[in-house]
């Protein structure tokens, strides 16, 4: 994964899945780099979004790869389902992976990148060890389980340390940040070391979410903004 480009990945959790099919294909025509598939089961968070007939769908009709971010017990039972549908990236996380390492691995022998995912209460020093064998950490900016929150600014520092654990091990893994993303916060979370920018409801929510997508793609990427 190349990591000179900072990525915007929408969330399609706050896609209107009344009209799920035509969010896609806008999403497909847009700057956005990745769709990202936010898996709840209701009992690691309290939402539950969808199941794998959905994911099916939006699998077929995506153009672009696929950031599936697994928030629920036990992931190493579906990641092969998840890998089959067409997953780029699973993300499962460190709360519930009482085998973390052994589901890295999982996750890369079926030929995808492998993430983990932190809650915002989550130090990201407990990756230290398992840092080389991770393709991407997802860092929850807000609590898991709903979309619309408010950021939460404790995230510039956590990005900060993380990036700092990154380069000590010589590690290419990249920092995505989920939750709160805005044109506001964008270009100071790629300053503190963020490769990945989730937007879920920043997107959906604009009146013109395809321009929405190429600003914040515009802004993420602007080197003499975040010099």
Not at 56 to 67: Q, V
Request: hydrophobic share 45%; aromatic share 6%; with cysteine.
């Amino acid at each position: 994964m190349n990591q000179d480009i900072v990525r915007i990945a929408p969330s399609v959790l706050s896609a209107d899945f009344g009209n799920l099919a035509a969010d896609i294909h806008m999403l497909n025509r847009s700057e956005a780099d990745w769709l990202h598939i936010d898996i709840m089961d209701g009992v690691f968070v309290p939402n539950i979004s969808f199941g794998f007939p959905v994911c099916k769908a939006i699998a077929t009709a995506a153009e672009k790869p696929l950031d599936v971010h697994l928030m629920i017990v036990q992931p190493e039972r579906y990641v092969e389902a998840f890998a089959k549908l067409g997953a780029s990236v699973i993300s499962v996380h460190y709360e519930v992976s009482t085998h973390l390492h052994r589901t890295l691995h999982q996750i890369k022998d079926l030929g995808v990148k492998a993430g983990v995912a932190l809650n915002p209460h989550t130090s990201v020093s407990l990756l230290e060890d398992v840092i080389q064998d991770v393709d991407l950490v997802c860092m929850m900016s807000v609590n898991p389980g709903f979309g619309g929150q408010k950021f939460i600014a404790q995230t510039y520092e956590k990005v900060s340390r993380l990036k700092e654990i990154i380069l000590k091990k010589n590690a290419k893994t990249l920092i995505e940040i989920d939750g709160g993303v805005t044109s506001a916060n964008a270009a100071d979370l790629v300053a503190a070391g963020a490769d990945v920018l989730v937007a879920g409801s920043f997107v959906f929510g604009a009146e013109n979410p395809t321009a929405t997508i190429q600003d914040l793609r515009r802004i993420a990427n602007d080197k003499s903004v975040m010099a």
